[in-house]
Nanobody
């Protein structure tokens, strides 16, 4: 059972940056890991994924602004968010699974809130 704990959320003005982190309770280098977000009143949205080989995917709305990365030595996943927009405001969750296709049904953290103000 992998436990995931997100941190690093907060409030920032539009145009600013934040880095959220996701610490895993065990070795996750062989896992696909990803970031999802859910804004109030909206459906959950996949933001970015990184597989065991380091290949990444991003939703179109964050391409060029967000960067997903992993530090396998620290069992930690990151999401660097630059040029933040008010529409990026959401609860951000990390997830892990043996395959990216199974992320939705994998292990999840409790989330960290990101608020972007004008």
């Amino acid at each position: 059972q992998v436990q995931l704990v997100e941190s690093g959320g907060g409030s920032v003005q539009a145009g600013g940056s934040l880095r959220v982190s996701c610490a895993a309770s065990e070795y996750t280098s062989d896992y696909c890991m990803g970031w999802f977000r859910q804004a109030s009143g909206k459906e959950r949205e996949g933001v970015a994924t990184i597989d065991r080989y380091g290949s990444t995917t991003y939703v179109d709305s964050v391409k060029g602004r967000f960067t997903i990365s992993k530090d396998n030595a620290k069992n930690t996943l990151y999401l660097q968010m630059n040029s933040l927009k008010p529409e990026d405001t959401a609860m951000y969750y990390c997830a892990a699974a043996g395959s990216c296709r199974y992320l939705i049904g994998g292990y999840w953290g409790q989330g960290t809130q990101v608020i972007v103000s004008i």
